[in-house]
């Protein structure tokens, strides 16, 4: 199946700093990707619609500001945690789909990234 | 309000069992459904996809089932195994929705014992 990378698996950054997470998509296009944020226990949530070479879609509730979403070309999409705080702590999850299959099929999603804010 | 649930947890049961999970969704009309596997500190693996027309899907020891008018998917696993231990997921993608744009239950956690 294809191959959704997530980088980095894991990080802990310090309060008021920023970090970038990247998505990309191995074997295929995808002009759009997803962004997810799950709690403990709790269930996937999205965040935001990635579209490579627009601006993403939020969802409601979900600061544009604070979480910028770069979709620079049909492979990689990033998830920037500006002036993160430890509420923002998190395991955030991208996904994606190929942009070339059919409709309506499964979602290919990555390894996600454990963000610890201290 | 609209809802996914997935009634269990956890669930527990011996190798060798037929596992049985179950997701109901209320105030949706899905599209499809769909469940994945999720183990812990990664992200979710696709197993299988089911449409609003059809009842059953099967693949290799897991079959699944989708009734619109209980509003209601079970996900079996038989002949269970300890591998099989993860977090299972079921999410929809309703009419409307962005392409891709799942909406996820919480999971139900299952351990099969040796």
């Known amino acids: 199946g294809a191959v959704v990378s997530q980088h980095p698996s894991r990080v802990i950054c310090k309060s008021g700093t920023s970090v970038k997470i990247e998505c990309r998509s191995l074997?295929?296009?995808?002009?759009?990707m997803f962004w997810y944020r799950q709690f403990p226990k709790q269930s996937l949530m999205l965040m935001a619609t990635s579209n490579e070479g627009s601006k993403a879609t939020y969802e409601q509730g979900v600061e544009k500001d604070k979480f910028l979403i770069n979709h620079a070309s049909l492979t990689l999409s990033t998830l920037t945690v500006t002036s993160a705080h430890p509420e923002d702590s998190s395991f955030y999850i991208c996904?994606?789909?190929?942009?070339?299959?059919?409709?309506?099929?499964?979602?290919?999603f990555g390894q996600g990234t454990r963000l610890t804010v201290v | 309000s609209q809802k996914i649930e997935q009634n269990s947890e956890a669930l527990n049961i011996q190798e060798g069992k037929t596992a049985t999970l179950t997701c109901n969704y209320t105030n949706y009309s899905p599209a499809y459904l769909q469940w994945y596997r999720q183990d812990p500190g990664r992200g979710p693996v696709f197993l299988l996809l089911i449409r609003e027309n059809e009842k059953e899907k099967r693949k290799e020891r897991l079959k699944v089932t989708f009734d619109t008018t209980l509003k209601q998917s079970l996900f079996h696993i038989t002949a269970s195994q300890p591998a099989d231990s993860a977090t299972y997921l079921c999410?929809?993608?309703?009419?409307?929705?962005?392409?891709?744009?799942?909406?996820f239950g919480k999971g139900t956690k299952l351990s099969v014992k040796p």
């Open positions: 999410a929809l993608r309703v009419y409307g929705g962005s392409q891709g744009n799942l909406i």
């Open positions: 074997d295929f296009q995808a002009t759009t």
């Open positions: 996904s994606a789909r190929d942009a070339e299959g059919p409709p309506n099929t499964e979602a290919f």
